[in-house]
């Protein structure tokens, strides 16, 4: 099974920025895309956003268009996510989960907690 790390989270003051990686201990793997999602305390997961490696391209929940951005490498099977003018909203445990075979999410990281003080 491919196992997926995500590092970079921390506390920062809102306003602030931080970067995530997210790095795969693999790198031959079907992966149609990676992605990133968030999840706070009482809360339901939910996307936060992803890109598609034949063009690049990226998509991004509403919540975070503008402020998020990200980009990565496929022949490294390495993904960042750019987090800039945080907000106390922000505040959560980020996965980042690769899009294999079928359009599935199939491997998933541990998380990293992103906390955003006010």
């Known amino acids: 099974q491919v196992q997926l790390v995500e590092s970079g989270g921390g506390l920062v003051q809102a306003g602030g920025s931080l970067r995530l990686s997210c790095a795969a201990s693999e790198r031959t793997f079907n992966s149609y895309a990676m992605g990133w999602f968030r999840q706070a305390p009482g809360k339901e997961r939910e996307f936060v956003g992803a890109i598609r490696w034949s063009a690049g391209n990226t998509y991004f929940a509403d919540s975070v268009k503008g402020r998020f951005s990200i980009s990565g490498d496929n022949a490294n099977k390495t993904v960042y996510l750019q987090m800039n003018s945080l907000k106390p909203g922000d505040t959560a445990v980020y996965y980042c989960?690769?899009?294999?075979?079928?359009?599935?999410?199939?491997?998933w990281g541990q998380g990293t907690q992103v906390t955003v003080s006010s």
């Open positions: 989960a690769n899009m294999g075979r079928g359009a599935n999410w199939d491997y």
